[in-house]
């Protein structure tokens, strides 16, 4: 099993950036495909990133492409999520998991196995 621990939330006006964490202290990530997943008051949670275990492929939700970044460390046990421009619809709870399958349908909340705690984003505008 694996436990993801997200940090690096904060508040931030509009434009700025913010960088996320991800990490595990015991069992490492490096067998584990990692998803980004956000959730705002009221909302579904929706896919925003994933990075596959080998860290050779990224994917990203239409409404942060081009704007932010997943990237991985198997070495140092974490998964980032670098958010660029922020906007104020970005404003939500970030969550990180762990999908474990062989087969992996990366922008469904029901494929991942292992999920953090959350780390709260704010936009200001």
């Known amino acids: 099993q694996v436990h993801p621990v997200e940090s690096g939330g904060g508040l931030v006006q509009a434009g700025g950036s913010l960088t996320l964490s991800c990490a595990e202290s015991?069992?490492?990530?490096?067998?584990?495909?990692m998803g980004w997943f956000r959730q705002a008051p009221g909302k579904e949670r929706e896919f925003v990133a994933a990075?596959?275990?080998?860290?050779?492929?990224?994917y990203y939700s239409d409404s942060v492409k081009g704007r932010f970044t997943i990237s991985r460390d198997n070495a140092k046990n974490t998964v980032w999520l670098k958010m660029n421009n922020l906007k104020p619809e970005d404003t939500a709870m970030y969550y990180c998991?762990?999908?474990?399958?062989?087969?992996?349908?990366?922008?469904?909340?029901?494929?991942?196995?292992?999920w953090g705690q959350g780390t709260q984003v704010t936009v200001s505008s």
């Open positions: 998991a762990a999908h474990g399958g062989s087969n992996w349908y990366k922008g469904i909340v029901s494929e991942y196995d292992y």
């Open positions: 015991g069992r490492t990530f490096d067998a584990y495909d």
């Open positions: 990075i596959s275990w080998k860290g050779d492929s990224a």
